[in-house]
Every structure is written in structure tokens, then in C-alpha cells.
């Protein structure tokens, strides 16, 4: 099981493209106009699995982000944010992985704030059987926003063995929120799963609003 209690023991023999970071708006690199994603209509999620430190859930939708099409892989669950915004970590992100014709990866990221319970959220809680994998039908509807504002920037994955070279989108005007009984849940059962942030290291972070 990874330790995220000892996050300076992870193999990483890679550059300086790490993630997550701590994101902040350059006004060099603002847009005033949503971010360039589309996706289907609902994401239809069948196979829910126990990894051992987040609910990972499999299934089916496509993206187009920048104009290029990618297919669902999978979405799992951080506790709290792994990215922060002005140093500042929302309570839950959301990762929603991707990977086109060629190989690319593109992961767009939800960060996910205190609310209402989300319905679709406490169904993947009320099917979650610990240590097995479990068929669901679940179709996530509203989880990510037609119109969204958010940060882009090159990284890896944020868990070993930390790719680089993966396209990120961190969507913060996500229309879901989540209660704090869930987020509790998550956490009395995979315990805190956030990857510290990593260096930037020059790269450049466009951010996307359209007020």
C-alpha cells in the first residue's frame, strides 16, 4: 500500500515536471474565455475498486480538451486537494483520467468544495466493499461544468511511478459540492492521500476564466 506518510521514500527518477503544485494566476498567462473541454454528456462508470488508498471506478466517456479527443480511463479521490490555489487546498479533488489514440494522457482535476451531498458520490460510498472489485451503474451527470474556468500546465501523475509528460486541466468552478460526512468517510477509510507540491520549476500555468 503507498505510504503517504512517507512521500520522500516514492521512486521518482524524473525531471522537473512533477505534480501536483500549488497554482496561482499569471496575468502573462490569463485567458478570458473558458477552458477549451468538452465532454459527453454523462460518464458511465461499471467497475468499482478498492486500490488501497482511494476508490478507483472504471468505465466509459470521452473528453475533448484543445481540440483532441480522449477516452475515459478512470476517476479516483484525494483527500484533501492535492493541487492548492494560493497555498490554499480545497477539501476533496476529484481526478478524472484520460488517454487518447496516441498515448497522451490528459487528467482534469475537480476541486471540490463543502456543500450539499452529492448523490452520485454516496453511491460509489454505499457500493464500496473493502478489498474486492464490485460492478456499478453510475452516470455522473453534473460533475463537470459546460463552461469551465480552471488552470492548464504540463506534470506527471501524482502517484508512482509519477509519469511526466501528462496534461493537466484543474476545473475550480465544479457545480458539485460534497458533505462533510463524506469527505469524514473518505478519510476514516484511506486516511489523508494527497501528494505534497512539488516545485514548479518555470513552467508555464495558463489559467481560463470567462466572467
Given at each position: 500500500?503507498?505510504?503517504?506518510?512517507?512521500?520522500?521514500n516514492?521512486?521518482?527518477?524524473?525531471?522537473?515536471?512533477?505534480?501536483?503544485?500549488?497554482?496561482?494566476?499569471?496575468?502573462?498567462?490569463?485567458?478570458?474565455?473558458?477552458?477549451?473541454?468538452?465532454?459527453?454528456?454523462?460518464y458511465?462508470?461499471?467497475?468499482?475498486?478498492?486500490?488501497?488508498?482511494?476508490?478507483?471506478?472504471?468505465?466509459?466517456?470521452?473528453?475533448?480538451?484543445?481540440?483532441?479527443?480522449?477516452?475515459?480511463?478512470?476517476?479516483?479521490?484525494?483527500?484533501?486537494?492535492?493541487?492548492?490555489?494560493?497555498?490554499?487546498?480545497?477539501?476533496?479533488?476529484?481526478h478524472?483520467?484520460?488517454?487518447?489514440?496516441?498515448?497522451?494522457?490528459?487528467?482534469?482535476?475537480?476541486?471540490?468544495?463543502?456543500?450539499?451531498?452529492?448523490?452520485?458520490l454516496?453511491?460509489?460510498?454505499?457500493?464500496f466493499?473493502?478489498?474486492?472489485?464490485?460492478?456499478?451503474?453510475?452516470?455522473?451527470?453534473?460533475?463537470?461544468?459546460?463552461l469551465?474556468?480552471?488552470?492548464?500546465?504540463?506534470?506527471?501523475?501524482?502517484?508512482?511511478?509519477l509519469?511526466?509528460?501528462?496534461?493537466?486541466?484543474?476545473?475550480?468552478?465544479?457545480?458539485?459540492?460534497?458533505?462533510?460526512?463524506?469527505?469524514?468517510?473518505?478519510?476514516?477509510q484511506?486516511?489523508?492521500?494527497?501528494?505534497?507540491?512539488?516545485?514548479?520549476?518555470?513552467?508555464?500555468?495558463?489559467?481560463?476564466?470567462?466572467?
Amino acid at each position: 500500500m503507498l505510504n503517504y506518510n512517507n512521500q520522500g521514500n516514492w521512486p521518482n527518477g524524473f525531471g522537473k515536471m512533477q505534480s501536483p503544485i500549488d497554482l496561482s494566476i499569471d496575468e502573462q498567462n490569463q485567458y478570458k474565455e473558458f477552458l477549451p473541454i468538452s465532454v459527453d454528456e454523462f460518464y458511465q462508470l461499471n467497475n468499482e475498486i478498492d486500490d488501497g488508498t482511494t476508490i478507483r471506478l472504471t468505465g466509459m466517456g470521452n473528453a475533448t480538451v484543445f481540440n483532441r479527443e480522449f477516452n475515459f480511463k478512470q476517476i479516483h479521490f484525494h483527500t484533501p486537494a492535492e493541487h492548492t490555489v494560493n497555498g490554499e487546498a480545497a477539501p476533496f479533488e476529484i481526478h478524472l483520467v484520460h488517454q487518447n489514440a496516441i498515448g497522451q494522457t490528459v487528467v482534469v482535476a475537480l476541486l471540490v468544495q463543502i456543500g450539499n451531498a452529492d448523490a452520485s458520490l454516496q453511491e460509489i460510498i454505499n457500493n464500496f466493499v473493502p478489498n474486492e472489485e464490485t460492478d456499478v451503474s453510475i452516470n455522473l451527470t453534473e460533475w463537470i461544468p459546460n463552461l469551465a474556468n480552471g488552470f492548464h500546465y504540463a506534470g506527471s501523475l501524482t502517484t508512482p511511478p509519477l509519469t511526466e509528460n501528462v496534461e493537466w486541466i484543474v476545473i475550480t468552478n465544479s457545480p458539485m459540492t460534497v458533505s462533510q460526512n463524506q469527505v469524514d468517510w473518505f478519510v476514516k477509510q484511506f486516511g489523508n492521500n494527497n501528494r505534497q507540491c512539488q516545485a514548479i520549476n518555470n513552467r508555464k500555468i495558463e489559467y481560463y476564466e470567462n466572467k
